[in-house]
Nanobody
């Protein structure tokens, strides 16, 4: 079992910054990809940023140049640094951990979500 605990959400004005954290525990040896997803009211959940165990990163076009995903392997923690926040970034942000092999997901765990609200 893998457990994820998120922190760092809150209210910020447009143009401001926030850093989200996701601490993983349990059987994390099987995990080879972690990421952040978000879901705004009335919208589907979407991928924001992903980082693999090899350090490869991928970002949604809407956040490129503003958000940075990183990981601390010693602490089993993934971070999402969000700069130049916009009102449209308002959403519940979810941490995700998965084991992916040749495009097939064999294990997937979600955090409880943390709310990010960006005021104009």
């Amino acid at each position: 079992q893998v457990q994820l605990v998120e922190s760092g959400g809150g209210l910020v004005r447009a143009g401001g910054s926030l850093r989200l954290s996701c601490a993983a525990s349990g059987s994390i040896g099987s995990i080879n990809e972690m990421g952040w997803y978000r879901q705004a009211p009335g919208k589907q959940r979407e991928s924001v940023a992903v980082i693999t165990s090899g350090g490869r990163t991928d970002y949604a076009d809407s956040v490129k140049g503003r958000f940075t995903i990183s990981r601390d392997n010693a602490e089993n923690t993934v971070y999402l640094q969000m700069n130049s926040l916009k009102p449209e970034d308002t959403a519940v942000y979810y941490c995700n951990a998965r084991r992916v092999v040749v495009g097939t997901i064999y294990l997937e765990v979600w955090g409880q979500g943390t709310l990010v609200t960006v005021s104009s």
